[in-house]
């Protein structure tokens, strides 16, 4: 055999040799625990952080791998980022008050009768033949003095006409508590002028509805004892909120 042919066969075994010397101490490690750091695991998963607690999840999974991404927003609907967490937070007040007495508006009114009302009968000095009627809403609505009283003394069939020029520019209107007022002319006066006198001894007082019908119950406010004295020129005034403008005329 030449030399140049025994050089690489000398080379070939000098590699092998290392070769298997190589695997051996591999081989060796192996058995004592140590891992090759060099090189990725291909089984190994990827590790996922979990969202912070306290927040929504938002996108298709809520987290990426090795770190989150947040992200927040306010109002209704809040706001979500696609591949992270997304908070979601909202806060709203509101008041509203208010107020209605009621005392004014068509439906707590009622028309006044002898059922939510008191009545006095009450002669005077100044003009001569008078009496003033005075009511007060004892209810616990406001209630409307509708016309004029209709008087009615001892049962009589009639009723005495109303002195047109004592009426008012509106309905007087009572709240419960307050008061109105009616003049009554009992008689002609010194004159004569009446006819058919009497002294009368009782008096029932009627109320008119809005629609000028008359409502019951009646009030019978007392007279005097002796009665007082009446003729065919009886007359009153319209329900008013001033005495003196009920006994004007």
């Not at 992270?84 to 009621?102: R, T, V």
Request: aromatic residues 6%.
């Amino acid at each position: 055999m030449s030399a140049f042919t025994a050089r690489p066969r000398t080379r070939l075994f000098a590699a092998t040799t290392v070769a298997l010397a190589a695997l051996s101490l591999t081989a060796c490690n192996d058995k004592l625990g140590v891992q090759d750091e060099g090189a990725a695991n291909p089984t190994s998963s990827t590790v996922t952080t979990p969202a912070p607690s306290g927040t929504k999840a938002g996108g298709s999974t809520g987290s990426t791998s090795g770190g989150t991404s947040t992200g927040s927003g306010t109002g209704s609907g809040g706001s979500k980022t696609s591949g992270g967490a997304g908070s979601n937070s909202g806060s709203g007040s509101g008041s509203a008050s208010g107020s209605d007495s009621g005392s004014d508006t068509p439906a707590s009114r009622v028309p006044c009768s002898g059922a939510n009302t008191k009545v006095t009968a009450q002669t005077v000095s100044r003009p001569i033949n008078h009496m003033l009627l005075t009511v007060t809403n004892t209810g616990s609505k406001t209630c409307d003095l509708y016309y004029y009283p209709a008087v009615n003394f001892d049962d009589a069939q009639s009723v005495p006409p109303v002195i047109k020029e004592s009426q008012p520019q509106a309905v007087t209107t009572l709240t419960p508590g307050q008061s109105g007022y009616a003049g009554v002319a009992l008689a002609g006066g010194d004159n004569g002028s009446g006819t058919n006198g009497r002294t009368a001894k009782s008096l029932s007082v009627y109320f008119f509805d809005r629609d000028n019908n008359s409502i019951s119950p009646a009030a019978t406010p007392a007279l005097p004892a002796k009665g007082v004295y009446v003729d065919d020129s009886l007359r009153v005034s319209y329900w008013v909120s001033d005495v003196e403008d009920a006994l004007t005329y």
